[in-house]
Each structure stands twice: as structure tokens, then as C-alpha cells.
């Protein structure tokens, strides 16, 4: 006899131990492009150009995740992808940490070894992102997907405030030999943890046929006529773009928070860390309130989840108003309070726009979900790498021209709130209700998971 299948795919445990993957990939992130950025332009008195030039290295390497994806679609064990990945990140980030004992010595001998680690952390979260992302979509019942992706992104969020709060407090009184030793900390504890989590956690090929995912995969076709088929859907497009634009205005600041802190608020190097950590926890809860209002009344209001789209960027974009006035008021200014209704109101707009992402990859059909993740993951990644890098371009150019440290971070405020406006706008334009079938084989092979796409529930973490 036959043993029987589970239904339900993913179990509600199996989400919780992905989360804690994205747990781990959270906490070794938020040391290699926060604090570390923040010595680098403070204590190593570096150009903010030059943390902006690596951290959009780290993004750039990842335009690979459509490929990625396509393997992932292809078959093929995803526990040793993800369990690679984070191994290769753990390591990279404890070099990049290393290499400020290399800029001391040398600026260029600081500088090549930390280009290289840099691309291995992008290597390590690509591979192991995109991997977590397509087990997700492919094996999560589809009822539970948009859910799913909610659970799995509020876990990475609550492992980068965690860890920004845990080692802000041992990062003090700062020396570069503790930075290198908390990061390694964190990612050795972060590797133990998600490699475990993973632990026989793929189902059998019983389990994914009783999903459908054996009996209906399409036969396999070349990554480029499979990305070509995705681009071609209008949705898709509209949505990779959509993702391009909004991404690109949520990274902007990620570079130049910690040094607004210490250089306009007079911030110590943890209390820029911790303060990065309140910033993210605010993320946390505009998460948590739009999961559980979209729960609330997305039956009654199906067109809530793009509501909370626009609100959210919209929001994160009068945040953005309220810290460049902040800057001309530095230091009398409630920064703390600022710097958490941001997170806020960036927390409401990414999980919104996450469960928009999980939904709509679920549309492209069984077999489709990593060539799409991969799609609108390549794309948060680029946007990620010139947010970063184009923020700190222009404080450093702003700065030089105009000598006026406040006016500069102004204007990238501004810039930023411009491009969150603009999204908003792009995101009003987006419909989320599924598509009527043209044919059989373009057909949604379950309308139930159709009929939940405006449900707020959701993921596709900001690695």
C-alpha cells in the first residue's frame, strides 16, 4: 500500500523552519552592508562611495538569479543551494569585517580583499535566496503561498533587527578585531541554525505529485526561451518593473542612515547599529499590521493589497520628507521616532508588494515559479546595487560642491521620497485579479489560489 501523501504540501512547521533560513540570511546581512559600511565611511574616514561601490557589487553578481531560478525549475535538490549559500555568506561576511585590518594597512590592499568578499556574499544570497524562494513557491500548498511568504519575510526582518540590537551592544567600545569577532558569531550561530532547520525538510516525489508539480511540470525548455515566455506575459513585465522602481527607492537610504546618525547626531558606531535595528523593527510591525488587516477584510475589499501598495509608498515617502527636514534641524530632531515610521511605512509597502510577488508566480504555472522569482529577484537586486551606490554618489557629490553635510543628505532624502511617489503611481496602474484563460495551456490550474491573490500575505525578502 501506498503511503498517503500530505495534502497541504508545506506544513505550517515546514514555513516557520524556512523562515528561520531567512532568519539567518537577515542577521549576517545587516552586519556586512550596515555597520560595516558606517566604520568604513566614519572610522576609516573612506569616501561614502567607496561601501556604496562593494555593497552594489554584492547586487550586481546577483542579475544571475533568473538562472538560477531556471535550474531550481529544472529540478534538482534546494536544501544544498541554500545550505551552500549561507556557508559561502558566513565566511565572505567574517572577510569583509577582516578586510577594515587590511585598509589600515593599505587602502588598496583593503580594497581588493574586500571586492572579493563581496561577491562572494552575493553569490551565498543569491543561491541560497533563490533556491529558499522556488522551494517555497513550488512546494507550499497554494492557498498557503501568499501566508507563507509573509511568515518567511517577518523572520528575516526580526533576524536583522535582532542581531542589529544583540551586537550593537558588543560592537562597543568599537575596534576592528570586535567587528570581525561578532561577525563571525553571528554567522557561525546563523549557519547552525538554518542548516538545521533545512534538515530533510524536501519533499519526496510522492508528495510533490499529489501537489501536481510532477504530473503538470511543462517539458523543460532553454533559460533564454523561458525568460523570454515570462517577459513576454504583460503582467510579469509591468510588476518586474513595478519591483525595479519601488525597490530603488527603498535602498537608497540603506547607505546613508548609519552616517546621517553619527555624523549629523553625533551617534556612536552601536548606536547607529541599534538604531538600524529600531528601523527594521519598525518595518517588523508595518508588516504585521498589513498581514492581519489584509486577513481582516481582503474578502470584503479585494482590491486591498494593492491599497496597501500605494499607502505604503506613499507613506515611506512623506518619512523621507520629514528626515530631510531633519537634517536641517540636526540635532533637535526626534530621529529615533522619524527613523521607526519609516521602517513603518516600509514594512506596510514591501509586504504588500511581496504577496502581489508570490501570487503572481504562482500564476506562470507549475515548473514557472523559480524562472519568475528569479525575474523580479535579479531586478530587486539591481535596483538594491544602484540604490545603495547612486545614495552615497550624490552625498559625496553633493558634499564637495556644496560643503554642506545636512543640505547633502537632503537631498537624497528628497530624491528618494521622489521615486517612492512615482511607484505609487506605477503600482496604481497593476491589476492583481487573475487573468481569464485563453487556452488550456494557459490555464490557472487552481482558481482557489486565483481567487486569494489580493490577500496581503506574502514574501520576497530585500537580501
Known sequence: MSRPARSAGLSWLDIVRLGLVQTALGSIIVLTTSTLNRVMVVELSL??????????????VQILRPLWGHGSDKGGRRTAWIVGGLALLALAGTGAAASTLLFEQGFWLGLSAALVCFVLIGFGIGAAGTSLLALVAAQAAPARRPAAATIIWMMMIAGIAITAIISGQFIDPYSHERLIAVTAIAGLIAFLI?????????????SLAALGHDETRPPPVSFTRSLADTWADPRARLFTIFVFLSMLAYSTQDLVLEPFGGLLFGMEPGETTTLSGKQHGGVFLGMALVGILGTVLARRKPSILKLFVITGCLGSGLALGLLTLGAAAAPDWPLEANIIALGFANGAFAVAAVGAMMSLAGQGGPGREGIRMGLWGAAQAIAFGLGGFLGTVVLDVARRVTGDVAFSFGIVFSAEAALFVLAALLASRISLRPEAPTSSEDAVTDTPHGQRLSRPLPLQPAE
Open 47 to 60: 569616501a561614502a562611495t567607496v561601501p556604496g561601490m562593494l555593497v552594489g557589487l554584492h547586487y550586481a
Open 194 to 206: 538554518a542548516g538545521t532547520a533545512v534538515l530533510g525538510i524536501e519533499r519526496d516525489r510522492d
